[in-house]
């Protein structure tokens, strides 16, 4: 008797070469399998898109592999059978996103501009100075040592001069702090250019009087934090200045797994709620391909919702939207790929110039080995550590 196998619109469906996979969106199930010529020939007719995620099967003709595979679709609920095959379909999903960035740049629309700066919504501003150490602000939110510094000036000029209504968030990374009305004139007016304004601070660069009018200002602040003994000692003596009290929140960097365990008893004893591990990569591969690499079992064990799926097919979560300015006027969205522009251009021309260049923005996983691999949009956009490291993967299955 004829039935119709149906895959539920949250299941995808991938095949790469000898595997295959199915993701539930809905429940985060996933499960992988051998995708040999029989199967391949099923799961082709279910991606099919006239099919629409169904196909007609005859239980009694179906091979053993095969009743096998239906049994796990049922069983795990990636889809359903029925009898009624007029009414047996789906909508598999399927990338469309509205606005789509490409159709952007070929736009001739009036609106172009318009819908251009809608893509921008994070601004970051390395302020430069004096701060002598190792160049982590390539991986991460850290000081950028330079021997001149933005003033105040030039960066509310910088914000005057983007003046969009889509920016949601500015970030102000500071070097060698020299003094507080540099923090007081600058917190009131971003506040009025973005909803949220995070500065970021090394521990190093604390004194009493800065952290004062820091607690005092209407801004998240996060304190950087790294295992070196000026940094260690400030935040120690930060700590016990504000026991059971932390008006910031904390980076914490860590390389080795003795910084990690520093980190954890530090966090316990202080009773520490706000806080990140940012792992940092300075000649320490054995560190990072055992704590920070993904395995298998890391990526099956995710849970990503349809949405996040698409958006990792289309742009990279790690770094769209954001333009950042460091002290020479330069202006990235990439601080470890060649420059959009400068402060002065307009910020239609960065955003264009990103748009075409593609340095980070829509910087997706279709490089190999990820584009062979099953787990090729589960797994995380690509970041900071994949260009610092010279590899396309973060994992250790390929």
Not at 266 to 280: C, G, H, R
């Amino acid at each position: 008797m004829k039935q119709v196998l149906t895959l539920f619109p949250d299941t995808f469906l991938w095949l790469k070469a000898s595997a295959g996979l199915l993701y539930n969106a809905k429940t985060f199930i996933s499960d992988g399998f051998n995708n040999t010529p029989v199967l391949k020939s099923l799961c082709s007719a279910l991606l099919f898109v006239d099919n629409l995620y169904s196909i007609e099967i005859e239980p009694e003709n179906l091979t053993a592999e095969e009743t096998e595979f239906v049994d796990l679709i049922i069983r795990k609920k990636y889809g359903f059978i029925t009898d009624h095959l007029e009414k047996a379909y789906s909508l598999p999903p399927i990338l469309s996103i509205q606005n789509d960035i490409k159709k952007l740049e070929n736009s001739p629309s009036k609106s172009f501009d318009e819908n251009l700066l809608k893509y921008l919504t994070t601004l970051t501003i390395y302020t430069g100075g004096r701060f002598p150490g190792p160049s982590y602000y390539r991986q991460t939110y850290y000081p950028f040592h330079s021997e001149s510094r933005l003033e105040d000036s030039e960066i509310l000029n910088f914000f005057d001069h983007i003046h969009s209504r889509y920016i949601k968030k500015i970030n102000i990374v500071f070097s060698h702090i020299e003094s507080t009305n540099f923090l007081i004139s600058l917190s009131g007016k971003l506040k009025a250019a973005a909803p949220k304004v995070v500065y970021y601070c090394h521990v190093r660069e604390l004194s009493d009087n800065i952290t004062s009018i820091l607690t005092l200002l209407d801004v998240t602040t996060i304190l950087i934090c790294e295992y070196e003994p000026a940094a260690l000692t400030a935040l120690r003596d930060f700590l016990e200045y504000h026991k059971g009290q932390h008006p910031f929140e904390f980076n914490f960097l860590i390389r080795s797994q003795t910084e990690y365990n520093y980190w954890e008893h530090l966090v316990s004893q202080y009773e520490i709620k706000l806080y990140k591990y940012i792992p940092i990569y300075d000649n320490n591969y054995a560190f990072f391909n055992r704590f920070v690499f993904l395995n298998e079992e890391d990526i099956t064990n995710t849970t990503l919702s349809k949405r996040i799926v698409f958006a990792h097919q289309a742009v990279n979560i790690n770094f769209f939207g954001e333009l950042i300015l460091l002290p020479d006027g330069l202006v990235f969205s990439n601080v470890n790929k060649p420059p959009v522009g400068y402060m002065q251009d307009s910020p239609y021309d960065l955003i264009k110039n990103e748009l075409h260049k593609n340095y980070a923005w829509r910087v997706i996983r279709d490089q190999e080995p990820c584009s062979e691999c099953v787990y090729q949009w589960l797994c995380p956009s690509p970041g900071q550590y994949e260009l610092i490291l010279g590899k396309n993967n973060l994992c250790t299955i390929k």
